[in-house]
């Protein structure tokens, strides 16, 4: 009996799978980050730009007509761009209104100050503030700025905030749960569910964020600026803050101290101020 001949990749074809690898990774590193990305037609543009190049040098090399390339190509632009399409079209209308309270756990509070059954919980970073009654209340101050204002009503949970530029002017604002922009920005507000707000970017990262987990407690991210005091930025077990500004971007942040309490109370100026080491600027 003949023996089987043993099979081997073609030189090419070991190439065209690296290839199809390293568009994988780049694709994976263009999406990857500390929030996913939502699905909008840029996103769509890339993926379909960089499969579509990648065919198109495919077929080249195998010496495949033009005008079957020029067909793959435009079928797979037309596939991406039609898919979307009617995704798109099948998608229930983004929220609007109040932020209705979802069903999530309250966070952590080691506070000596503990929500009654009206009271709100605010978390941001490590730090917590109990709201006494429905509002508004101002949570978080950066320097000499309010940050955002949160009120409860019989409908939901309503967000007004105003973000400041590097020259102390309104660069846009949040006025209840609207985006409204001063100038032209890189940013969109987005509303992936009921109870969720979030501003993002042109790199998908939040500008804010702010949950109604559920109706006793709300939890806010985000990167906050007052003047020339160094941008806050809250996560969630932490905030970021200090550091010296080099080209506008902060670096060498320290964290603040955390694990600071609070009450305020309608109408009230209490609430946490974040302080940040004033760095030279560049």
């Known amino acids: 009996m003949k023996a089987l001949p043993s099979w081997r990749p073609a030189r090419r074809d070991v190439f065209t799978g690296l290839r199809v690898l390293v568009c994988g990774l780049l694709l994976w590193a263009f999406m990857a980050g500390g929030f996913s990305p939502a699905v909008r037609m840029p996103v769509v543009l890339a993926v379909a730009t960089v499969f579509g190049v990648l065919v198109v040098y495919e077929l080249y090399i195998r010496d495949v007509p033009q005008g079957w390339v020029l067909a793959a190509l435009l079928a797979i632009l037309g596939t991406s761009l039609g898919g979307y399409a009617v995704w798109l079209h099948l998608q229930p209308p983004a929220p609007t209104g109040p932020l209705q309270p979802a069903h999530d ?81 890189q940013l969109y507000a987005w509303r992936p569910d009921p109870s969720t707000l979030i501003v993002l970017d042109r790199f998908e990262k939040e500008v804010l964020y702010v949950r109604y987990l559920n109706p006793r407690a709300v939890r806010i991210r985000g990167r906050f600026l007052c003047g020339e005091a160094p941008q806050a930025v809250i996560h969630d ?46």
């Open 105 to 185: 756990p309250s966070p952590e509070n080691d506070c000596p100050q503990k929500p009654g059954p009206r009271d709100l919980l605010v978390a941001f970073g490590t730090d917590r503030v109990v709201a006494r009654g429905d509002g508004p209340i101002t949570p978080i101050y950066v320097a000499d700025c309010p940050a955002l204002s949160l009120k409860r009503g019989r409908d939901g949970l309503m967000v007004n905030a105003s973000f400041y530029d590097w020259n102390n002017d309104i660069a846009f604002r949040i006025e209840n749960n609207i985006y409204e922009p001063f100038a032209p920005l």
């Open 237 to 282: 077990n932490q905030i970021l803050v200090g550091g010296v500004r080099m080209n506008g971007v902060f670096i060498g942040q320290r964290r603040t101290m955390g694990h600071v309490c609070a009450t305020v109370s309608a109408g009230s100026e209490g609430g946490i101020t974040i302080l940040g080491q004033l760095g030279k600027l560049f």
